[in-house]
T-cell receptor, first 114, second 114 residues
């Protein structure tokens, strides 16, 4: 799991706060992803970046704002969240060439919105 | 659109016995199939994949999976279960080609009893 790191590991925030989640991959990959994992639900893909360009946005509310300044770093900026946004947020990366395709995940940020 | 079904929320098996975690899929064209494992408070860890070739693929920690095209299945197996195999297991699929979106199943909680 050290290939993809996420900070913070835990975050508690009020609905009026602004915070950011950070992800860093040390694998030399060219694609990065944000997922939301809620209890008893399948993983929900939120955003995909390939070569630092956002290529997919799966109808995520605008209170979530991603940023990918380079191929190794990915942020998720949060503002005016709702209690139902409480979940585990997972970052992943992959190499979109060759014959690999598998995604490697970070440990996640456990977010609680109060 | 692709989909993945893991029909069992929970699988219990005695230590030393063989284990099977079931997965069926639906995808247009040839599938790329993956198994991931998640331990408590951790991210998803890649176990194995099927891209092409031999229908029986071997992965980490003694796990293997068999691709069955006619039954659209990709069941995860291990000949002898360990207590440390207890975790949440996810099957995932993506179509071959340039699409990046992995679709995950809802997960199966495996408990290996000592």
């Amino acid at each position: 799991e050290t290939g993809v790191t996420q900070t913070p590991r835990h975050l508690v925030m009020g609905m009026t706060n602004k915070k950011s989640l950070k992800c860093e991959q040390h694998l030399g990959h060219n694609a990065m992803y944000w997922y939301k994992q809620s209890a008893k639900k399948p993983l929900e893909l939120m955003f995909v970046y390939s070569l630092e360009e956002r290529v997919e946005n799966n109808s995520v509310p605008s209170r979530f704002s991603p940023e990918c300044p380079n191929s190794s770093h990915l942020f998720l900026h949060l503002h005016t969240l709702q209690p139902e946004d409480s979940a585990l947020y997972l970052c992943a990366s992959s190499q979109e060439t060759g014959n690999t395709y598998e995604q490697y995940f970070g440990p996640g940020t456990r977010l609680t919105v109060t | 659109a692709q989909s993945v079904a893991q029909p069992e929320d929970q699988v219990n098996v005695a230590e030393g016995n063989p284990l099977t975690v079931k997965c069926t899929y639906s995808v247009s064209g040839n599938p790329y199939l993956f198994w991931y494992v998640q331990y408590p408070n951790r991210g998803l860890q890649f176990l194995l994949k099927y891209i092409t070739g031999d229908n029986l693929v071997k992965g980490s920690y003694g796990f293997e999976a068999e691709f069955n095209k006619s039954q659209t299945s990709f069941h995860l197996k291990k000949p002898s279960a360990l207590v440390s195999d207890s975790a949440l297991y996810f099957c995932a699929v993506r179509p071959s080609g340039s699409a990046r979106q992995l679709t995950f199943g809802s997960g199966t909680q495996l408990t290996v009893l000592p």
